[in-house]
DNA sequence: CATTAGGTGAAG
DNA sequence: CTTCACAA
């Protein structure tokens, strides 16, 4: 499964140390003092830092299994003709992802096949069918966001101090560098005092480690020589430990299976996580180090499998690490500028990247909808805008219900044409506190409209897809500060709520009554009031409170319509400058009749 | 070799 | 703001 990444951009400066460089990997051999053990703030370069990378196996497959009861079966699942996973049962018949599913039922007939969960016209909620169709039906990757999360939720909680970062929807590293100090100081407290003794105080060499044997939970991935163990070797082995607790009890609870890589840093992590598959962890001693590392073509390495690991094979023609070792630093760096220290680094076992806790919430949330018949008609983009709109709001408040107070800072359209690179819209996206179906189809829509109604011809758009970005947890006062108004095809500040109600067109005018139970908005000279139940044994506060939710609610119902209004567009010309600005001749649609999904999803 | 439906982060 | 690169 892929992972998230970000390129190999250099973190500070580069402390590789010339010292006429006797030796490749000579950096893997430290010695650790007392004060390596003590001090507790060494970061990525402490010489008992251990990482782990643990994935799932075959996720998407094991999740189907799981939810349909299903154990030690050929399956695989199935994506419109696609096989986008392979349980290992099934690869044992040699069936593989891009294996076109006749060729994989040749090759098993009794291989279970599982379609994705895909929305489908008219019902509420995306779900297993026995017939799908691409042509009418969005697939749905929530099951396996949802069953990721109770993965991850699972580390956090059985690694508390472990600093845990998800790489993707099957993948997270973990630093058990903290963890395994504390235990190693619990097992051998004998290493917090420097004897009276000792030559050069702190800096003393820490005395000789005890034997460990780390094949008890692990593959030990083999070394040249039988080296002896080292105080980092022993970190392994605690992190080997609390991983296999964590994966057995994972395994137990929830079903999936992982495999793991522990290492000394993120990027040996993850290749040795492949070392053994599947439910299995493997552990890379430093010692082991070169003989692993050497062999390996070097495009298998995190960021080396893209244009930067071709342009590495083609300029010296090789093809593994090894190869690569004879090149000097300066050579690379001429070739090869900023990256240069860092592929330098990592050829010799070295990656200074941390691991690093992200957000429970993405950043970003993306909806899209490949058409194997490009849409040739603005209609169309509008009929998908709003099925990814349903599912985005569908995901957006229920991403909510875990956390409330979400926020997409803003909305991205794209949209790709034949072959032609994707291109994209983006627009500040409104706060709300309610966000409708609508309020994200309208915005889309405008969005669709500047970015493939302007140009001529048939559009043949083969590709919509539509995302919020700059997704937040708003903080307690922002709400009411921030929010946008779109008026004249911008989008400008919208004041909300009753500090900065000034021109709100919903100020709380305490007219003749209870001021705390009703308001009249000033835009549409209505009055609103509670309803008898939210009044009758609420005290003030939750009246005030009811109160600026209603208030709150019909300022939005004003800028849906407000956005309406200008995103109405000419389906059938939208060739023609058909947004017209503020909103001239706009008729039909007021609100259309519920069609397919969108008739169970948020209209609210 | 390739596809779909995602994500993140940086460059320009 | 928009595109690109990476991930398999």
């Known amino acids: 499964m892929a992972t998230n990444t970000s390129p190999p951009v250099l973190r500070g400066k580069s402390t590789w140390k010339g010292k006429e460089q006797e030796q490749d990997f000579e950096d893997l051999n430290s010695t650790i003092t007392y004060r390596h053990i003590l001090q507790q703030n060494l970061g990525v370069r402490d010489p008992l830092r251990v990482v782990a990378l643990c994935d799932s196996d075959a996720f998407y497959a094991a999740c189907e299994m799981i939810r349909l009861g299903v154990k030690d079966k050929p399956l695989v699942v199935l994506q419109w003709e696609g096989i986008i996973a392979v349980n290992y049962p099934a690869r044992e018949y040699g069936i593989t992802r891009f294996h076109k599913l006749a060729d994989a039922k040749e090759r098993c007939p009794e291989l279970m096949i599982v379609h994705v969960a895909t929305y489908k016209e008219g019902e509420a909620e995306p779900g297993y069918w026995d017939k799908v169709d691409s042509r009418t039906h969005k697939v749905s990757l929530d099951y396996y966001r949802r069953e990721s999360a109770k993965v991850l939720t699972m580390f956090k909680e059985g690694l508390p101090d472990a600093e845990i970062e998800k790489a993707s929807i099957d993948e997270a590293f973990i630093d058990f560098t903290k963890p395994v100090r504390k235990e190693l100081l619990r097992r051998y407290p004998h290493l917090a005092n420097v004897p009276h003794d000792a030559p050069n105080g702190l ?71 492949s070392y053994k598959k599947p439910y299995s962890q493997s552990v890379l001693r430093n010692c082991a180090i070169p003989n692993y590392l050497k062999p390996i073509p070097f495009q298998k390495i995190r960021f080396l499998g893209g244009k930067l690991g071709d342009a590495l094979a083609k300029e010296y023609d090789v093809s593994t690490v090894q190869d690569l070792l004879p090149v000097t630093l300066e050579e690379m760096q001429h070739k090869f500028g900023e990256n240069a220290i860092w592929v330098y680094e990592i050829l010799r076992g070295i990656d200074r990247s941390e691991v690093k806790e992200k957000s429970i919430v993405n950043k970003s949330m993306l909806a899209s909808k490949n058409l194997q018949k490009p849409i040739t008609k603005a209609s169309d983009g509008q009929h998908w805008i709003r099925v990814l709109a349903a599912e985005l709001a569908l995901r957006l408040n229920d991403a909510c219900k875990a956390n409330p107070n979400l926020w997409p800072k803003t909305l991205v359209i794209h949209a790709r044409r034949g072959y032609e690179v994707t291109r994209s819209k983006q627009a500040p996206f409104p706060f709300s506190r309610e966000v409708t179906v609508d309020l994200i189809a309208n915005a889309g829509n405008k969005l669709w409209a500047e970015l493939v109604g302007k140009d001529s011809g048939p559009m043949k758009v083969t590709n919509v897809s539509l995302a919020f970005t700059g997704i937040e947890v708003a903080e307690e006062g922002q709400q009411n500060i921030d929010g946008f108004f779109r008026a004249d095809g911008q989008f400008s500040k919208r004041p909300r709520e009753s500090e900065t109600d000034g021109d709100s067109g919903t100020n709380a005018e305490p007219l003749e009554g209870d001021c705390t139970t009703s308001f009249s908005c000033s835009k549409c000279r209505r009055k609103i009031s509670l309803s008898p139940t939210q009044t009758l044994g609420a005290s003030l506060e939750e009246k005030n409170r009811a109160l600026n939710n209603l208030r709150a609610e019909h300022e939005d119902f004003h800028f849906a319509q407000a956005v309406a209004r200008e995103v109405e567009v000419e389906p059938e010309d939208i060739t023609e400058k058909s947004v017209s600005p503020g909103g001239g001749k706009k008729r039909k649609r007021k609100d259309p009749a519920p069609v397919g999904i969108e008739k169970f999803f948020s209209r609210r």
């Open 203 to 273: 800096d003393t060499p820490l005395p000789a480690p005890p034997k460990v044997d780390m094949a008890l939970d692990s593959n030990v991935i083999p070394s040249e020589a039988d080296d002896d163990t080292t105080w980092h070797d022993v970190a392994l082995s605690i992190a080997a430990e609390m991983m296999h607790k964590v994966r057995v009890d994972i395994a137990s609870k929830l079903g999936y299976t992982t495999s793991a890589g522990l290492a000394r840093n993120k990027f040996l992590a993850k290749l040795s996580a």
